[in-house]
């Protein structure tokens, strides 16, 4: 179920139908970071840079100040940029999560033509979850990170932690066009381990680097799909029954 459901999320990101939505997604997603590396960037030389100043005079050692200085700008350079490395995950997440009920809907219209639709989430509460999610995965890859200094668990802490965070939300996004909230989450606990499985892909596509910027609408299509499997899967045992 879980594979079938990728197969078809990876044919997705090749439809052209969705192209627009990728390239405003990861268009964003760039000018997000940017925006973020400047402030950053400008937070920091307005903040601390006197005191570091203040701090390097305060030493009899004029000949070492400028190279004091540019070492730790360098330092601080790198630092944001693997702050950014970070941060794209999340920043795409909250950036896609504008499209991903066009996503939804065109995948459903294309591939479920003799099922309803399911309906978009209201903005108010399309922006609640989109922050919540940030704070999720956030939260998630800081643990993990604090983890990689732990020898032998790093890979498996990071694909551990964003499984069940990205299982867990997008599947949410996906089964909340069709119930609500408590129902989407019973369902969601009834399948736990199928959604986590499915969640482990999701991590190891925002692993690699560049293609990662295309994890929200690869989490999205996988669910989307994985939801209608479970549901169908679901309707037809209560048939039987």
């Not at 995948?107 to 919540?132: F, H, M, N, W």
């Not at 551990?160 to 606990?189: H, I």
């Amino acid at each position: 179920m879980v594979i079938a459901s990728a197969r078809k999320a990876l044919g997705e990101l090749l439809d052209p139908a969705l192209r627009q939505v990728l390239w405003k997604s990861i268009g964003l997603t760039l000018v997000g970071l940017i925006a973020i590396w400047f402030a950053v960037r400008y937070a920091v030389e307005w903040a601390a840079l006197p005191y570091f100043e203040a701090f390097v005079s305060g030493f009899a050692l004029p000949d070492w100040t400028g190279t004091v200085g540019l070492v730790a700008a360098i330092a601080a350079g790198i630092a944001l940029a693997v702050g950014l490395a970070f941060l794209i995950g999340p920043v795409s997440a909250v950036i896609a999560g504008i499209f991903l009920d066009d996503v939804a809907e065109h995948i459903e219209r294309q591939d479920y033509p003799g099922e309803p639709t399911g309906a978009p989430l209201p903005l108010g509460r399309s922006i609640v979850l989109g922050i919540k999610f940030f704070g999720v995965v956030v939260a998630g890859n800081l643990l993990a990170l604090i983890l990689l200094l732990v020898p032998g668990i790093n890979l498996i802490a990071f694909l551990a932690v964003n499984a069940y965070l990205l299982g867990r939300e997008y599947f949410q996004f996906a089964a909340m066009r069709f119930a609500g909230e408590a129902d989407a989450n019973a369902l969601r606990s009834k399948n736990s381990g199928t959604v986590i499985m499915a969640g482990l892909l999701i991590a190891g596509f925002m692993a690699i680097p560049i293609v990662n910027l295309m994890t929200p609408l690869f989490g999205a299509a996988l669910m989307v799909h994985l939801h209608k499997a479970i549901a169908d899967r679901e309707a037809r045992s209560a048939t039987a029954a």
